[in-house]
Each structure stands twice: as structure tokens, then as C-alpha cells.
């Protein structure tokens, strides 16, 4: 009788406990979900405004050229042989033009076309789901940005759903047009131009999905938070895109078996091999290991570059010699370059030794030709017996950079500088007291990185106008520079 109460409570005691553990870990929940930042919800918003206002936005400025062009074609092959126009535009087929019609009406492009699997995407989605989900716990500002951010994701798929369904229509289109019309009309500039403006299209859209798929600092610590709960792990498993597509029909937990995937390895253990390696390498084996990761990374890109130069890419452009200008397809803020660069002027009999240090912006043209404009303040050092830091005046630049190797560049630019002390602004607008320099020269690469600066570069310049300066300033001069992205 004795040995049955003591089962009896003991098995009482370890309910007790389950019950504890399971409202402790309530209460964990609550309280790690209550450290969602606002500023998450906010993030994700903004992201997926802005990547659906750009599909959006170069999808339908690309199908109005398309269209446009596609309709040149056809009035030249109306002409020509009205039996390629018919097999080409006739028996309504999709064409550019319909194409266009239908997103303006707001319709499907392609009928039945699935998206390609995102992972980002996927882990997104299901995060704001589970967010939804659990909308009893959370902070009532975040309840109604959630739901309004998935309904706005919803409308991104469908954004996307159009795009990548265009993509494949213009390639099975573009060649269609190439294949039956240049036999008539040869190579024609409309062509030509469906072509190019096709590849860039293209890669447009690439460069969009990096960028929305770059995680941001929130994003990241969010990530962190929701990770701690057991919950949204189980969650992710059963509701993700990526679990559904592997998802057995009877299986309870709705989870493939796992012994199909022994033998694979996985992200951790990848991750804990690489830290032993590194570990093994010495103190410094960390440091090397991340210069040769950005060395890697860098020849990537190197490789990437010349095979689009080439010609090779997945938008299978046609024009022979086509050598892309892969500025074309990114944003204007990835155009944009951020710069520094300081100079030394050796004293005289008028004036001391000055530092020219320069704040340059420069936008990149094309894949070989920047231009830009920077702003100087000159600072006096005074002389080698006796150093004084003072104010020796401003100046303003413009200049143009034209790529001629790897690593050798040609440069030129405009200057003007004012070598006086600013009592009054109105001083500034009186161009005769301002000195002018024509310069050209070579800028010279280095593979130099550090923490603040992404790159270096040594240039060499020739004033053309050094002898109109009084007095006469030195013909040569030598900058540093340095860039920030």
C-alpha cells in the first residue's frame, strides 16, 4: 500500500513539474515576443514597398519599350512579307502589346506561372505568419502593421509572379522575333534594341532581389529573438514554403523522414568544422581566414564581370559583341561613389605648407567612366621648424575618371580654389580672386583595405594652368585617395 502512494505522488510531483515547465515556457514566449521592435515591423514594410514599387516600375517602363518596338517590326514585316507579320502578330497571339494592356488593366500576364522558391522570402513569410498568429501577446503597435505588412506581402508575390513570368516571355518572345523576322529585315536596330533592353530587364531584376534580400540590422536581431522560441522553430518546420514541398501525405508531424537526409551535412556542422580548422591555424588564423574570404569574393566578381563581358549570362543576349553596361541595371544610389583624398603643397615665400583635404562624390556612367564633384578645405601645417595649423582657404572640383586597365585609370578635372581667409560669404562670389586649375593625369589602384576605407588609389596630375597662378604653384601634384564604397 505504501509503494502505490509513493508512485502515486511521485507521478503527481512530476506533473507538477511538466505543468510548471510548460507555464514557464508561456511566459518566456510572452516575454521574448514582447522584445519585437516596432522598428522590425517598419523595416520589412519599407523593403517590400520598395521592391514592389520597382518591379513595378521597370516592368512597365520595359513592356511599353518592347511594345513600342515590337510594333516597328511589325509595320516594316507588314511591308516586307505580310506572312511572317500574320505568323508573328496574328491568330491572337501574346505579344509585348498585350502584354502591357493586361498589367494596366491589372490582369495576369502569364496564366498558371509559379514563382521560383526564395528562401528569404519563404523564412519572411512564415515569420509574419507566426507574428499574425500570435497576435494575443504581442505589443498592440505592432498588431495592425502586422497585418497590413502581410497583406502588402501578398501583393509582393504577386509583383513578383509577374515579373519572373515576363522574364520567361521574353525570352521565349525575343527569340521568336530574331529567329522569324531577321530573315527579312536583317539586323535591325528595333532588334537590336529588343534585345539589349531585354538583358538589361533581366538583370535589373536580379539586382532588385539582392537588395530585398540584404538583412538589415532589425532583421537580424528579430531573427535572434524568435529563434529562442521552441514554438516559432516548430512553426517554421510545419508552415514554411520549403516544408511543404517535402511535406508526406500521413505523416502526423507533417515532416519528411529524416533518415532520407543522413549523411548530409549540415549548416552546423560546416560551421563547427571551420571554426576547428580556424582554431587550429593559430591567434591569427581568424584574420586570415577573412582577408581570404574577401580576396574570393572579389575574383568572384572579377569572374562575374568578364563572363558578362563576353556575353555569357541568363538573359541570353543575342547581339554579337554586346558588351554589357552592367551600371545600367542598379540603382542610382549603388551608382554613387563616396570618396577622400589629401594633398600637400610645399610652402613658399607667400604661403606655408597646405593640406588639401578633399571630399569627392562621383557617379559611375558605365562600367569604365565616373564623373563627379568634391569639395576642399585647406589647412595651413606651417613649416617643418615650426608647425601651425591654420585656415588657408576652400575649394570646389569636378573631374571624370575613364577606366584604361585593371588598376590604371585616366583622370582629368576642373578646380577652383580660394586662397583667403572667409570674413564674408559675399567674398565667394567674386570668380577673379578664385585660382583655377586644368589637371590631367593617371590614378593608380592599390589593393589596400581597412576597416573605414574599401580601397585606396595613388594619383598623378599635371596642371595645365599652373603658370596663370601667383605666384607660380608647382606643375605636379601627388594625391592620396581613398574611397568608402
Same mark, same amino acid.
Given at each position: 500500500?505504501r509503494?502505490?502512494?509513493l508512485?502515486?505522488t511521485?507521478?503527481?510531483?512530476?506533473i507538477?513539474?511538466?505543468?510548471?515547465?510548460?507555464?514557464?515556457?508561456?511566459?518566456q514566449t510572452?516575454?521574448?515576443?514582447?522584445k519585437?521592435p +516596432?522598428?522590425?515591423?517598419?523595416?520589412i514594410?519599407?523593403?517590400?514597398?520598395?521592391?514592389?514599387s520597382?518591379?513595378?516600375?521597370?516592368t512597365?517602363?520595359?513592356?511599353? &519599350?518592347?511594345?513600342?518596338?515590337?510594333?516597328?517590326?511589325k509595320d516594316i514585316?507588314?511591308k516586307?512579307?505580310?506572312?511572317?507579320?500574320?505568323k508573328l502578330?496574328?491568330?491572337n497571339l501574346?505579344?509585348f502589346?498585350? %502584354?502591357?494592356?493586361?498589367? !494596366?488593366?491589372?490582369?495576369?500576364?502569364v496564366? /498558371?506561372?509559379?514563382?521560383?522558391?526564395?528562401?528569404?522570402?519563404?523564412? $519572411?513569410?512564415?515569420?509574419?505568419?507566426?507574428?499574425?498568429a500570435m497576435?494575443?501577446s504581442?505589443?498592440?503597435n %505592432? +498588431?495592425?502593421?502586422? *497585418?497590413n @505588412?502581410?497583406r502588402?506581402?501578398?501583393?509582393?508575390?504577386?509583383?513578383i509572379?509577374? =515579373?519572373?513570368?515576363?522574364e520567361?516571355?521574353?525570352k521565349e518572345?525575343?527569340? $521568336? $522575333?530574331?529567329?522569324e523576322a531577321?530573315?527579312?529585315?536583317g539586323?535591325? &536596330?528595333y532588334?537590336t534594341?529588343?534585345?539589349?533592353?531585354a538583358?538589361y530587364?533581366?538583370e @535589373?531584376?536580379?539586382n532588385y532581389?539582392e537588395?530585398?534580400?540584404?538583412?538589415?540590422k532589425a532583421e +537580424?536581431l528579430v531573427?535572434?529573438?524568435?529563434?529562442?522560441?521552441p514554438?516559432?522553430?516548430?512553426?517554421?518546420?510545419?508552415? =514554411?514554403? %520549403?516544408?511543404?514541398?517535402?511535406?508526406i501525405?500521413?505523416?502526423?508531424?507533417?515532416? *519528411?523522414?529524416?533518415?532520407n537526409?543522413?549523411g548530409?551535412q @549540415?549548416?552546423a556542422? *560546416?560551421?563547427?568544422?571551420?571554426?576547428?580548422?580556424?582554431?587550429?591555424?593559430?591567434?591569427n588564423a581568424?584574420?586570415?581566414?577573412?582577408?581570404?574570404?574577401?580576396?574570393?569574393?572579389?575574383?568572384?566578381?572579377q569572374l562575374k564581370?568578364k563572363?558578362i563581358?563576353?556575353?555569357?549570362?541568363?538573359?541570353d543576349a543575342?547581339?554579337?559583341n554586346f558588351k554589357?553596361?552592367l551600371?545600367?541595371?542598379?540603382t542610382?544610389?549603388?551608382r554613387i561613389?563616396?570618396g577622400?583624398?589629401?594633398q600637400?603643397t610645399k610652402n613658399?615665400?607667400?604661403i606655408?605648407?597646405?593640406?588639401?583635404?578633399?571630399m *569627392?562624390? /562621383?557617379?559611375?556612367?558605365n562600367d569604365?567612366?565616373?564623373?563627379?564633384l568634391g569639395?576642399v578645405?585647406?589647412?595651413?601645417l606651417?613649416?617643418?621648424q615650426k608647425i601651425?595649423?591654420s585656415h588657408?582657404?576652400? /575649394?570646389?572640383?569636378s573631374?571624370?575618371?575613364?577606366?584604361?586597365?585593371k588598376?590604371i585609370?585616366? =583622370?582629368?578635372?576642373f578646380e577652383?580654389?580660394y586662397?583667403?581667409q572667409?570674413?564674408?560669404i559675399?567674398?565667394l !562670389?567674386?570668380?577673379?580672386?578664385w585660382?583655377?586649375s586644368g589637371l590631367?593625369?593617371?590614378?593608380?589602384?592599390?589593393?589596400?583595405?581597412?576597416?573605414f576605407?574599401?580601397?585606396? =588609389?595613388v594619383?598623378l596630375?599635371?596642371?595645365?594652368l599652373y603658370?596663370?597662378?601667383i605666384p607660380?604653384s608647382q606643375?605636379?601634384?601627388?594625391r592620396?585617395?581613398?574611397?568608402f564604397?
Amino acid at each position: 500500500m505504501r509503494i502505490k502512494w509513493l508512485f502515486i505522488t511521485f507521478l503527481a510531483v512530476c506533473i507538477f513539474q511538466n505543468c510548471i515547465a510548460q507555464v514557464d515556457s508561456v511566459f518566456q514566449t510572452l516575454e521574448t515576443l514582447q522584445k519585437i521592435p +516596432v522598428k522590425y515591423i517598419n523595416t520589412i514594410e519599407n523593403k517590400i514597398d520598395k521592391y514592389s514599387s520597382r518591379i513595378t516600375g521597370k516592368t512597365e517602363k520595359t513592356l511599353a &519599350k518592347l511594345s513600342r518596338w515590337e510594333n516597328k517590326i511589325k509595320d516594316i514585316l507588314d511591308k516586307v512579307s505580310p506572312e511572317t507579320s500574320q505568323k508573328l502578330f496574328g491568330n491572337n497571339l501574346t505579344t509585348f502589346s498585350t %502584354l502591357l494592356k493586361r498589367m !494596366q488593366e491589372g490582369k495576369i500576364l502569364v496564366e /498558371g506561372y509559379k514563382t521560383r522558391y526564395n528562401e528569404y522570402r519563404d523564412k $519572411l513569410s512564415t515569420s509574419i505568419k507566426y507574428l499574425e498568429a500570435m497576435e494575443d501577446s504581442l505589443n498592440r503597435n %505592432l +498588431v495592425q502593421t502586422i *497585418v497590413n @505588412t502581410k497583406r502588402k506581402l501578398n501583393r509582393l508575390e504577386e509583383e513578383i509572379t509577374k =515579373s519572373e513570368s515576363l522574364e520567361t516571355f521574353i525570352k521565349e518572345r525575343k527569340k $521568336l $522575333l530574331i529567329n522569324e523576322a531577321i530573315k527579312y529585315i536583317g539586323k535591325s &536596330k528595333y532588334l537590336t534594341k529588343i534585345d539589349k533592353e531585354a538583358y538589361y530587364y533581366i538583370e @535589373t531584376l536580379h539586382n532588385y532581389k539582392e537588395i530585398f534580400t540584404d538583412k538589415k540590422k532589425a532583421e +537580424v536581431l528579430v531573427g535572434k529573438i524568435l529563434n529562442k522560441i521552441p514554438a516559432y522553430r516548430n512553426f517554421m518546420e510545419k508552415n =514554411s514554403m %520549403l516544408a511543404s514541398l517535402f511535406y508526406i501525405p500521413g505523416n502526423s508531424s507533417g515532416l *519528411v523522414n529524416a533518415q532520407n537526409f543522413l549523411g548530409l551535412q @549540415t549548416r552546423a556542422s *560546416v560551421q563547427a568544422l571551420i571554426q576547428n580548422r580556424i582554431a587550429s591555424g593559430g591567434p591569427n588564423a581568424n584574420e586570415i581566414f577573412k582577408q581570404h574570404i574577401q580576396q574570393g569574393q572579389a575574383q568572384l566578381n572579377q569572374l562575374k564581370e568578364k563572363i558578362i563581358n563576353a556575353g555569357g549570362s541568363n538573359s541570353d543576349a543575342n547581339i554579337p559583341n554586346f558588351k554589357p553596361n552592367l551600371q545600367k541595371s542598379k540603382t542610382f544610389l549603388q551608382r554613387i561613389q563616396f570618396g577622400s583624398n589629401i594633398q600637400f603643397t610645399k610652402n613658399n615665400t607667400f604661403i606655408p605648407t597646405i593640406a588639401d583635404i578633399a571630399m *569627392v562624390i /562621383g557617379y559611375k556612367l558605365n562600367d569604365k567612366s565616373t564623373i563627379g564633384l568634391g569639395a576642399v578645405y585647406k589647412m595651413g601645417l606651417g613649416n617643418i621648424q615650426k608647425i601651425s595649423i591654420s585656415h588657408q582657404g576652400i /575649394g570646389l572640383r569636378s573631374f571624370i575618371d575613364w577606366k584604361l586597365k585593371k588598376q590604371i585609370i585616366i =583622370s582629368g578635372g576642373f578646380e577652383m580654389n580660394y586662397l583667403a581667409q572667409i570674413k564674408k560669404i559675399s567674398q565667394l !562670389q567674386n570668380f577673379n580672386i578664385w585660382q583655377q586649375s586644368g589637371l590631367i593625369g593617371i590614378t593608380k589602384k592599390i589593393n589596400i583595405t581597412t576597416k573605414f576605407f574599401k580601397g585606396t =588609389s595613388v594619383q598623378l596630375l599635371y596642371d595645365m594652368l599652373y603658370r596663370t597662378h601667383i605666384p607660380i604653384s608647382q606643375p605636379i601634384l601627388l594625391r592620396t585617395g581613398y574611397s568608402f564604397n
